[in-house]
T-cell receptor
Framework: DQQVKQNSPSLSVQEGRISILNCDYT??????FLWYKKYPAEGPTFLIS?????DKNEDGRFTVFLNKSAKHLSLHIVPSQPGDSAVYFC????????????FGAGTRLAVHP | EADIYQTPRYLVIGTGKKITLECSQT?????MYWYQQDPGMELHLIHY???????EKGDLSSESTVSRIRTEHFPLTLESARPSHTSQYLC??????????FGQGTRLTVV
């Protein structure tokens, strides 16, 4: 039972344009969401997070939007840069518990000139 | 950024061998985790620990075992490696926040 789903395995975007990565979840108890970026042969690095009390969080070129009613979140990267090419993982957790992060399968983003 | 280290980075080993993957963190985090990832797939939680002498199995069944004798150290052991154990193993830790810090991973190949 996949609780966190990233239905697009890959995305190709031109440099300077907006990249939109999507994530859906099924467990309504999740109240904290994170995005991680992963390069090949390296561990994931934290990018941005959002609590369920918010519907938007912004950090520089990265913005995460949360739609609780639809159980959907998205990561916007604008403008996209070639260095953004990586696999992006969405993760979800329940607060008040033991911080177990449940990950999606990832979306491979390719930003081309 | 994060002070969490995994060794070795790459390991190729024969079937039936015993292996230990090392993971250490210097952040004083109570919580530590082991995830397993195959290419194009989710990171699956296989073990976690909330502190010294506390270990639990994760959501994905694994033949590996872990120990947590010291706060900073969370090694994973496979008593008898098999080709089905070939995967990337990622160690992580977290403190008071929900943000987990990951090591660089160990890519294990069992031949």
């Amino acid at each position: 039972d996949q609780q966190v789903k990233q239905n697009s395995p890959s995305l190709s975007v031109q440099e300077g344009r907006i990249s939109i990565l999507n994530c859906d979840y099924t467990n309504s108890m999740f109240d904290y969401f994170l995005w991680y970026k992963k390069y090949p042969a390296e561990g994931p690095t934290f990018l941005i997070s959002i609590s369920s009390i918010k519907d938007k969080n912004e950090d520089g070129r990265f913005t995460v939007f949360l739609n609780k009613s639809a159980k959907h979140l998205s990561l916007h990267i604008v403008p996209s840069q070639p260095g953004d090419s990586a696999v992006y993982f969405c993760a979800a957790s329940r607060s008040g518990g033991y911080n177990k992060l449940i990950f999606g399968a990832g979306t491979r983003l390719a930003v081309h000139p | 950024e994060a002070d969490i280290y995994q060794t070795p980075r790459y390991l190729v080993i024969g079937t039936g061998k015993k292996i230990t993957l090392e993971c250490s963190q210097t952040m004083g985090h109570d919580k530590m985790y082991w995830y397993q990832q195959d290419p194009g797939m989710e990171l699956h939680l296989i073990h976690y620990s909330y502190g010294v002498n506390s270990t639990e199995k994760g959501d994905l069944s694994s033949e590996s075992t872990v120990s947590r004798i010291r706060t900073e150290h969370f090694p994973l052991t496979l008593e008898s490696a098999r080709p089905s154990h070939t995967s990337q193993y990622l160690c992580a830790s977290s403190g008071f926040t929900m943000r987990a810090f990951f090591g660089q991973g160990t890519r294990l190949t069992v031949v």
